[in-house]
């Protein structure tokens, strides 16, 4: 299994709801990551995981709150989020944080109202 | 930072070989050259890595000179399909055991019929 799954595809939430998008991995890969990307633009790190532990946060708001459960699964957890935060929210994981070749999911696409 | 400069757009027909080229003056001797594909609404996808001189894979051929400042993806015979925004990145972003990817803003190919 070579995939990144990521749930849902799409999400539609007011600036008061709480959810989380979740993503998973079985390719026993040792990292994993959040990108944000906009339109048109390139993918922007915002976390890294290593070995289940916060090795990296790009000075992200708190209103994004990351956790790995376990070394397959990792979520992000959204609340009193912004209009500006619609985008596409990708995961990556890779055998290790030195690895140059991620494997990314299909992203969900968020949009805040 | 190591920062990659490559074209923003490019047009091809279908049959013809297509090279992009990234400029990345100040790539450090330790550094590799990768190389992402991202078609839209998807993740991006890993093509190819170099160090020096050629590689060459099922999808693509790497080409880096020796002074490592500049290199050029070649697609053969593109289809319609191979039309994607198409990534070159330099160093990590933190390097050593912390790296992680640094996504330039992208050459966008497109392929007509």
């Known amino acids: 299994d070579t995939e990144v799954t990521q749930t849902p595809k799409h999400l539609v939430m007011g600036m008061t709801n709480k959810k989380s998008l979740k993503c998973e991995q079985h390719?026993?890969?040792?990292?994993m990551y959040w990108y944000k990307q906009k339109a048109k633009k390139p993918p922007e790190l915002m976390f890294v995981y290593s070995y289940e532990k916060l090795s990296i946060n790009e000075s992200v708001p708190s209103r994004f709150s990351p956790e790995c459960p376990n070394s397959s699964l990792l979520n992000l957890h959204l609340h009193a989020l912004q209009p500006e935060d619609s985008a596409l929210y990708l995961c990556?994981?890779?055998?290790?944080?030195?690895?140059?070749?991620?494997?990314f999911g299909p992203g969900t696409r968020l949009t805040v109202l | 930072l190591a920062k990659t400069t490559q074209p923003i757009s490019m047009d091809s027909y279908e049959g013809q070989e297509v090279n992009i080229t990234c400029s990345h003056n100040?790539?450090?001797?330790?550094?590799?050259i990768t190389w992402y594909q991202q078609f839209p609404s998807q993740g991006p996808r890993f093509i190819i890595q170099?160090?020096?001189t050629k590689v060459t894979n099922e999808v693509a051929s790497l080409f880096i000179p020796a002074d490592r400042k500049s290199s050029t993806l070649s697609l053969p015979r593109v289809s319609l399909s191979d039309t994607a925004v198409y990534y070159c990145l330099g160093r990590l972003k933190y390097g050593g055991s912390q790296g992680n990817l640094i996504f330039g803003k992208g050459t966008k190919l497109s392929v007509k019929p």
């Open positions: 100040n790539i450090a001797t330790n550094d590799y």
């Open positions: 170099g160090y020096k």
């Open positions: 390719m026993g890969h040792r990292a």
């Open positions: 990556a994981s890779s055998q290790e944080t030195r690895a140059r070749e991620q494997f």
